[in-house]
């Protein structure tokens, strides 16, 4: 994205105001910021939503894997771009699981076999075994969040954007999906997360970005961000603890560095034991 503004249609105040952002292929990136502060219309605009689904006016560039997403718009980013919304009632239209895992691909036109494999593939990662023949209707929100998940997934996109995923999920539907992020960089998928957990993101993300009020406060590598207690407390962004209980020691005249991974979390003993 470079120099993007976005305004909804109805709206006096634009919602991005000069967002500069770039994920390189491969990549886990992981947003972070307050409610509000646009995560959600970053995503809409890289799917394409916006203006074409959602009325707006988007100004400045938005490119993904060579394509133009705001003249494109979602029709022209089918397989390219997926993204998994915040509220997965919305994402949930067929009356069975199956139905809603094979849409994606039968859209794309891809061959019954290789629909079935795909299924088969995230059926197995996200453990959907028992669902199949259920009417999502029925399912319960977490349940409904990893069949949203699996049924963008079965397109196999090389973006795949991901809006809170873990939000209605306890804690084995997390580990899931964290788990299948990981899993998911690993077969080279671009993967752009909006996501709270800060422990998590310190250990898997490449790079983290910090939103608040419509625009980027702070990007970088997640020992870079996260090491910035302070900014990013003011932000409204929780740090990791591991960095909070060195910046407080820091306060009271301890000269550690400020680790924000749990396993690097050894140099708060250093040489003092
Ligand atoms: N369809 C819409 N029309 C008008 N304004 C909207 C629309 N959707 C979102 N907004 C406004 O845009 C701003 C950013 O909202 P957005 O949903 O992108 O934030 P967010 O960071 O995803 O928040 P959350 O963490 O709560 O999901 C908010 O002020 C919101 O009220
Ligand atoms: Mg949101």
């Known amino acids: 994205m470079r120099n993007l503004n976005v305004k909804y249609l109805?709206?006096?105040?634009?919602?991005?105001?000069?967002v500069d952002f770039e994920a390189n292929r491969g990549e886990l990136v992981i947003i972070m910021g307050?409610?509000?502060?646009?995560k959600t219309t970053l995503f809409r605009v890289l799917a394409g939503l916006i203006p074409s689904l959602l009325p707006g006016t988007v100004e400045g560039q938005a490119v993904v894997e060579g394509i133009d997403?705001?003249?494109s718009g979602y029709k022209g980013l089918a397989g390219v771009v997926g993204l998994v919304y915040q509220n997965p009632e919305m994402q949930v239209v067929t009356r069975s699981v199956l139905e809603e895992l094979a849409m994606g691909p039968e859209n794309l036109g891809l061959p019954r076999e290789e629909i079935r494999a795909r299924i088969d593939w995230v059926v197995d990662m996200l453990n959907l075994h028992d669902?199949?023949?259920?009417?999502?209707?029925t399912l319960s929100g977490g349940e409904k969040q990893l069949v949203a998940i699996a049924s963008v997934l079965t397109s196999k996109p090389k973006v795949l954007l991901l809006d809170e995923p873990t939000s209605m999920l306890d804690h084995r539907g997390t580990r899931l999906v964290l788990d299948a992020i990981a899993e998911l960089k690993k077969e080279g998928l671009t993967v752009i997360v909006a996501e709270h957990r800060v422990e998590w993101a310190a250990e898997v993300a490449d790079r983290?970005?910090?939103m608040g009020r419509g625009t980027i406060l702070l990007e970088g590598k997640p020992e870079e961000v996260f090491s910035r207690v302070e900014d990013i407390q003011r932000y409204g962004v929780r740090p990791p603890g591991v960095a909070e209980v060195a910046?407080?020691?820091r306060k009271r005249g301890v000269n550690v560095p400020i680790p924000v991974k749990m396993s690097d979390s050894w140099v708060l003993l250093g040489e003092r034991g």
Not at 34 to 38: D, N, V
Not at 131 to 137: I, K, S
Request: proline content about 7%; hydrophobic content about 35%; glycine content about 14%.
């Open 247 to 249: 910046y407080e020691l």
């Open 69 to 71: 997403v705001v003249s």
């Open 34 to 38: 307050p409610s509000g502060c646009g």
């Open 10 to 18: 109805g709206s006096k105040d634009w919602t991005l105001r000069a």
């Open 131 to 137: 669902f199949l023949g259920r009417d999502p209707q």
């Open 208 to 210: 983290v970005v910090v």
